[in-house]
Each structure stands twice: as structure tokens, then as C-alpha cells.
């Protein structure tokens, strides 16, 4: 008898923030946008991406991160942000975790910026305006490192 | 004897006729101008508006378009930061409206109650100067409705203009005059040839009363004040008007010392002043009063021998009139007869206290910036120099910074600060960080600091005389101790109190007076 | 303001809106502005620090800022705006800051050094906004959803 896994199905696809084991990618969004937050939210979750925690400044970022600790996969960072801006936080997650998948999202692309934030240990860098492909194609590529 | 009698009478007549005729001719050479208007066509026919009530003949480039309003308001337009509304007369009067869209459409901007409007026309003829009494009432065939938008029809050498009554035209029964709620009308004047008692053709058959709603036609303006004193003229006091008219145009003219004697003479140098206005190509004030009270001579001797009247109609008339005003080496990099000039006539260094700040407002494309900028690196080399220089032309000023020219233009003194490009050359780099190009409006507040030097050219004459006095006293509170200023090569500040010539060779000036910082 | 800022927030807006919105956007003329001026209706205002201080302030109508918002939050399973809440006004801002970080990323390839504070909105009837002694640029963007008018003012830091 032929079972479902004879016939490979033209629709399925592998829903890219699925990893091997068929767990989700666990994302924290540090955004202080509730629009941003709300655009990458959708972006990651249709590709089976689980975001489990949402943060609105540099502090409250570096605070959810160590609460979920290890329970985070990829962390998408802004830059500009009241209390405690996006480097900084940054600069905070790494030394806690060396290991952290961070991603900057920025509106602001100076090089500089860009520098600093992968020689704090930033994976990669993502300009607004936000279109699907470059969001995943970055974040995948941050993990998969 | 019977026969002789009859001659003489003949005679006589014939000879009386002459007379009368003389006299006639005489009467209208006295009949001096005092009246003054625009005139442009509008489907086919002449009409004219008051040139007091106009402020400028434009060229309207792109409008914004504003949804909900009558369809005879065009839009909004921004006139140099200034939002105004745009009717077309044509779609207001019932008028065709050619098919082909222009990029730019002709059109005055009117003053009406303090509110500026745009108007857009078939074309711009020219400005014409008639009496007053030329004047005559509006023939009783228009129907009612359009009547009251004219002050009355002239006729001139050959051609019957229709003078509108612009503030009738946008001001609301209520007194507003915003245009808004602006009611669609027939075209006043007669169709079907003019001077025809063509009845039918009047405008009674024309237009649709549209319903006066409230019309949010761009900017709302704020209610304004009863209207002003009717300018439509020539239907009663004529002479009245006309005296007032005069009285108004010399107010406006120069205010300096000495108005020539004569009232004739009066009216053409004032009106020529507001031609001039009107065609936006320069203002007379006291800083000016003398060279234009010498160009008109000059200009008047021209004309004359030229066989062309001497009033400005058109924009080339206007051009050509201000043409020598300009002062030398406009639009391109100082030689070095001027250089010399203006080398002697800047401070010496011990004048001029600690580092030289420089603000040239009405740079253009920056020639004139980068000439200075030089000779001051020449003339004091050991001087921390900063250059503020800006224009309110955009295309102009954002060609300065990367200014880039053939070394032919470029005289020997300025050699060792150029470097070569692909284009052609620009200053060097140590030329450029002395100065800062900028998009600014003289109008505005800045932030120049105290300067040694202002350098502003021939840019007074071209602001309206309210603002030239504006900027004066602008250039006043910022002039330095030992400052100079250089204006244009014909315009005195002196004429200004509070403000001497400081004798050099070049027209330059410095402050004086008890608020004067200056060291002499 | 001084020549070189003029074309990167010009360029910026156009970019950002043409990307963000995917519609036709048209730049009307510049012109200069001085003091205060009102405000259509809803204003997000972006901080500009560095070698200049100031701000961007963009101005529009509440319908427009609801359109675009609209726009913007095409495909992302929300109910379609009718009114201007915390979501929309995320939005705009968001708008107002991407703008504003692409304008101060072009002025850093030419050399100067700017930032940017987060960005503020602000909405209501009869606002105006004074900036003491200051000339803002005007920028007027036309696009189906309305008009916004983007508003520079910029001050050298000596």
C-alpha cells in the first residue's frame, strides 16, 4: 500500500525557520517599533520561525534575552532606540553570551555603525526598508554560521 | 459781396476745423499718462487688469492640484514659499480653453485685500499706459451678471481692451476675497466681434451660475477687511483717480531726495519703477534712486532716437532698461582690474580683529564667492577665513559647491588654486573648505555670525523696498568693527543713514552713527 | 541650508516611499520656509544630532497617514486602519525614520557626520510648530495615499 511518503507532495516545502530536528527557530525581536516588531513578527512566522519574546529598548532586550537564556536562537537588534540603544545592548548580550546569533535592523546603514556592530560580535547588518528574502536569507545565514 | 462771404465762410470753417483739430491734438498730448494696465487675451479677446492690483506676471509651472474644488480653480502654487490659489479666467468665464497642455501657463498674480491669487490667461500682451479718461463705462449690453465685473473698456490704437474689476471678480459677497466659493460666470465681453451690438452673443447666454458653496480652493485664508478703495476707474472722478493714482505711484517710487519737477515727469520715472516691479526685474528705492534717475535720461534720448516709446511693455523692455545696471564681472570670476579694486579697498589686516568672517547673500552660481575667496586668501594669508554665502535661486547655488568651468574663463591670478578634472577644473580643496554654499532665503533668519566683509551685488535692487530696508538693517547689526560692505556697482548705501562710503575703489561702505561698531 | 544636505533627504524620501509603497511618488519644487508653520493634521518628527542639530519633520493629514498606513500594513493579517491608532502611528513614524536613517546614511558617505534621535509623532486639530530663527526646506512628496511635506530644519553646529 502506498503511503504518503511515496507520493512527495509538490506543495510541501521545507519551512525555512525549522530546524533538522523539526523544533523551531526561538527569535527575540528588540525593536522599539511596534510596527517593526510587528513586520519582522510576520515575516519570521510564516516560515515556521517562533518568536518568543519582544523587547521595546536596548535594556529590556539585554533583560528577556538572560530570562529566556538558553532558549534563544536569533536575536533581530534596531539600532536606534530610547534608554539603551542597539550597539550597546549589544555589546551586553555578547559578553554575556559569547555564542548569541545577534542581527542588527537598522533605518541607518552608515559603515561605521556597520563596523562596529560585527566587531562587537553583530552576525550581520539588515537596512530598512525590510523586504522578505533579505530578512530571511540574513537570518538563516547568521545561524547557519 | 455775396460770393467772397460764402469763401470767407468756407474758409473760415475749414480754418476752424484745423484749429479745433489742433487743439484736439494738443489735448491729448497733454492728456498725460496716469493710468497703467496689463493687458492679456483671454478666448480671443483683449482685457486689461489695473497694474496697481497686479504684483507680478508669472509663468505658473506645476500646480498641486486640490480635488473638491469648482473647476475654474486650478490649484495651489507655491510662489516662492508663498502658497497661493490659481483661478483659471478661462474656465471661470465659460471661456474654451486651448487643448494642448502647457508646461507653463501664463498668468498674473493679483492683490486683492492683502491676499495674492493666481490667474491664469491665454497669454500676456503687454503693459499700456492710457488716461484715465479714456476710460468709458461698460456698454449696457453685457447682461447684469458680468457687468460688475467690469470697471469699464478702453480703446487703444486700435484694439478694445475690457478692463476687469479683479476685486469684484474674487471677493465673496461677504467681503472675502480668498476664492473661495467663487461662482462660475459667463465671460464678460461681447462675442462675436467687438464693438458689435450683437446682442445674443453677450454674456447672458454664457456660463453657469454655479451654487455658491464654501470651496476649500487651497489655502483658507482669514476674513479679510472691507475692499479696498474700487480701482475701477474712469467711470466718474477720473480726474480724482488719476490724481491718486499718482500720488500712490510716487509713494511707492523712490522715496529719495528730489523728485523732478514736473508731473509728467513724475508719473513715467514712477511707472516705469513699477513696470519694472511688475516684471520682477528690479525695485526702485533710495539706494538706486540716482542711477535710475540717470538711466532714465539716458534711456528716454534712446528711445527717442530710436523712434520707440519710452514706457516698459514687455519683459524685454524691462531687460533691457536694467541691463547696465549689473555690476562688472556678473556670473563670472573677477579679472584683475577688479581684483586690484577691491584688494585696495578691503580693511587693512590689523582692522579686522581676529578671524574674517565673510556673508554674501545673492551669490548665484558662486563665481563671485570663489573670486573673493581668493583674494582674501591672497590679501591675508594668515587669517582663519569663513565664507557664508547663499542663494535663493536653487539650481544656481547647488551648482556652486562642485563649480566646474573651462581654464580658458579662469584669469592667471587664480592658477595655483585650481586642480584639473575630467569636466574641466574647480577650486582646489583649500579653496573650498573656506566657504559654505548655501540654499538660504536673505529674508529669513541666518546664522552669520559678525562679519568683516558682506558682499552681496546688486541683490537690494532686486528685493521689494520693504525688504531691501530689511536686509540693510541687517547688514548694519552684522557689520563688524572695520567691516566693509560692497553692494552693487550702483547702488549706494549712503543713501541709507547710518551708512558711509568708505572712498575705496570699489563702491564699498562701512557704519557709522552712535550703534556703529566701526573703529573711524 | 547648506547645498550638500539638500539632495540626500531628497533622494531618501523618494527611495523609501517608492520602495515602501510601490506606487508612483512625486516630488514637487523645494522651497524655503521660516518659522512656524502649521501642521496638516499629524507630524513624526526625527531628531538630527552631530555636526548639525535639528530636525525632520514630516506633515500630512490624518487621511493620509491613514492610507499609508494601510499601505504599509498590506499582508500582515490585520483589519484594514479606519482610524489612526497606536499601530497606525508606529507606522508613520516608522516611515519618518526610515527616511530620515537612509538621508543620514547618505550624508555619512559624503563626510558629515550626523545622527538621529528616535523619532516623536504628534496629532491633532489647529497644530502649529515653531522653531524659533530657524529655515526649514520644504519638500513636498505627492503620492496616491495624499501629500506628505517633508520639513528640514538644520542649523550648523560651529
Known amino acids: ?145 | 459781396m455775396a460770393g467772397e462771404s460764402r469763401f470767407t465762410s468756407i474758409a473760415g470753417t475749414i480754418a476752424q476745423a484745423q484749429r479745433d483739430a489742433e487743439r484736439e491734438d494738443e489735448r491729448r498730448q497733454d492728456e498725460h499718462i496716469d493710468f497703467k494696465m496689463v493687458t492679456f487675451s483671454l478666448g480671443g479677446k483683449d482685457y486689461a487688469v489695473d497694474i496697481m492690483k497686479v504684483k507680478e506676471i508669472a509663468k505658473f509651472g506645476n500646480f498641486t492640484y486640490v480635488p473638491n474644488t469648482m473647476h475654474f480653480v486650478r490649484g495651489v502654487y507655491n510662489l516662492r514659499g508663498e502658497i497661493i490659489s490659481v483661478i483659471d479666467l478661462r474656465q471661470m468665464f465659460g471661456v474654451p480653453v486651448p487643448d494642448e497642455e502647457k508646461a507653463q501657463e501664463s498668468g498674473l498674480i493679483v492683490r486683492v485685500d492683502d491676499h495674492l491669487l493666481g490667474v491664469v490667461v491665454d497669454s500676456i500682451d503687454r503693459v499700456v499706459g492710457i488716461s484715465s479718461s479714456e476710460i468709458q463705462p461698460p456698454h449696457p449690453i453685457f447682461a447684469d451678471v458680468n457687468i460688475r465685473y467690469i470697471s469699464g473698456v478702453v480703446e487703444h490704437e486700435g484694439r478694445l481692451y475690457i478692463l476687469l474689476d479683479v476685486e469684484r471678480i474674487f471677493t465673496r459677497e461677504d467681503g472675502r476675497a480668498d476664492g473661495s466659493g467663487l461662482e462660475s460666470h459667463g465671460a464678460p465681453g461681447m462675442r462675436g466681434g467687438a464693438g458689435a451690438a450683437g446682442a445674443a452673443g453677450a454674456a447672458g447666454a454664457s456660463g453657469t451660475q454655479a451654487a455658491t458653496g464654501k470651496q476649500a480652493a487651497g489655502d483658507a485664508a482669514p476674513s479679510a477687511g472691507p475692499a479696498p478703495d474700487a480701482s475701477g476707474a474712469g467711470q466718474s472722478s477720473a480726474g480724482a483717480a488719476g490724481a491718486d493714482r499718482q500720488a500712490g505711484a510716487v509713494a511707492r517710487g523712490a522715496s529719495g531726495p528730489g523728485r523732478p519737477q514736473s508731473a509728467a515727469a513724475d508719473t513715467d520715472v514712477s511707472f516705469i519703477g513699477e513696470a519694472l516691479a511688475a516684471f520682477n526685474a528690479f525695485h526702485p528705492s533710495p539706494i538706486n534712486a540716482d542711477w535710475v534717475a540717470r538711466r532714465f535720461e539716458e534711456w528716454k534720448a534712446e528711445r527717442s532716437r530710436a523712434g520707440k516709446e519710452i514706457q516698459l511693455r514687455t519683459e524685454e523692455d524691462a531687460a533691457a532698461f536694467v541691463h547696465p545696471f549689473f555690476s562688472p564681472y556678473t556670473e563670472a570670476f573677477w579679472g584683475e582690474d577688479y581684483l586690484e579694486r577691491v584688494a585696495r579697498t578691503l580693511p587693512d589686516d590689523d582692522a579686522l580683529p581676529g578671524n574674517l568672517n565673510v556673508w554674501n547673500p545673492g551669490c548665484g552660481k558662486g563665481y563671485e564667492t570663489y573670486s573673493l575667496a581668493v583674494l582674501l586668501r591672497k590679501t591675508y594669508p594668515e587669517k582663519r577665513i569663513k565664507i557664508w554665502a547663499s542663494d535663493i535661486d536653487l539650481l544656481s547655488i547647488s551648482t556652486a559647491p562642485n563649480l566646474v568651468f573651462p581654464a580658458a574663463s579662469v584669469p592667471e591670478y587664480y592658477r595655483e588654486y585650481l586642480v584639473e578634472g575630467t569636466n574641466g577644473f574647480s577650486f582646489a580643496e583649500e579653496i573650498k573648505e573656506l566657504i559654505l554654499f548655501e540654499y538660504h532665503d536673505v529674508l529669513h533668519e541666518n546664522t552669520v555670525p559678525e562679519a568683516g566683509v558682506i558682499l552681496s551685488r546688486d541683490l537690494l535692487s532686486m528685493l521689494p523696498q520693504e525688504a531691501q530696508h530689511r536686509v540693510t538693517a541687517d547688514f548694519s547689526e552684522k557689520l563688524g568693527p572695520g567691516g566693509i560692505a560692497i553692494p552693487g556697482a550702483q547702488e549706494a548705501l549712503d543713501a541709507l543713514s547710518g551708512w558711509r562710503s568708505v572712498g575705496g575703489a570699489v563702491n564699498a561702505y562701512t557704519t557709522v552713527g552712535p550703534s556703529s561698531r566701526s573703529t573711524t | 541650508m547648506r547645498v550638500e544636505y539638500i539632495n540626500p533627504f531628497v533622494e531618501s524620501a523618494y527611495n523609501v516611499l517608492k520602495e515602501v509603497l510601490n506606487s508612483e511618488v512625486n516630488r514637487g519644487d523645494l522651497y524655503l520656509k521660516s518659522t512656524s508653520m502649521p501642521v496638516l493634521g499629524v507630524a513624526a518628527v526625527v531628531g538630527l544630532a552631530g555636526d548639525v542639530e535639528g530636525r525632520v519633520l514630516f506633515d500630512m493629514t490624518k487621511e493620509t497617514a491613514i492610507n499609508i498606513a494601510a499601505a504599509m500594513l498590506e499582508g500582515m493579517d490585520l483589519e484594514k486602519p479606519t482610524e489612526l491608532d497606536d499601530m497606525g502611528k508606529a507606522t508613520i513614524t516608522e516611515l519618518a525614520n526610515m527616511i530620515t536613517g537612509q538621508s543620514v546614511t547618505k550624508l555619512h558617505n559624503l563626510g558629515f557626520q550626523f545622527d538621529l534621535t528616535p523619532p516623536a509623532i504628534f496629532t491633532g486639530e489647529n497644530m502649529e510648530v515653531s522653531d524659533t530663527g530657524v529655515e526649514a526646506l520644504i519638500v513636498p512628496m505627492e503620492i496616491p495615499q495624499g501629500k506628505i511635506e517633508i520639513n528640514v530644519a538644520i542649523r550648523e553646529r560651529s
Request: zero cysteines; glycine letters at 6%.
Open chain 1, 1 to 145: 500500500m502506498k503511503t504518503k511518503q511515496d507520493f512527495p507532495s509538490i506543495n510541501e516545502r521545507k519551512a525555512e525557520g525549522v530546524k533538522e530536528n523539526g523544533d523551531a527557530y526561538k527569535v527575540l525581536i528588540v525593536d522599539d517599533s511596534m510596527f517593526v516588531t510587528k513586520q519582522i513578527s510576520q515575516i519570521l512566522t510564516s516560515e515556521g520561525f517562533d518568536v518568543v519574546g519582544t523587547a521595546s529598548d536596548g535594556q529590556q532586550g539585554v533583560e528577556k534575552y538572560k530570562e529566556l537564556y538558553p532558549n534563544v536562537d536569533v536575536v533581530t537588534m534596531d539600532i536606534t532606540m530610547p534608554k539603551m540603544d542597539g550597539v550597546s545592548a549589544l555589546e551586553q548580550i555578547i559578553e554575556f553570551d559569547k555564542n548569541a546569533v545577534v542581527v542588527m535592523i537598522s533605518a541607518l546603514g552608515k559603515q561605521d555603525l556597520v563596523k562596529k556592530s560585527l566587531l562587537v560580535g553583530a552576525k550581520n547588518y539588515i537596512v530598512k526598508p525590510l523586504d522578505r528574502k533579505k530578512v530571511l536569507e540574513r537570518i538563516l545565514m547568521s545561524l547557519n554560521q
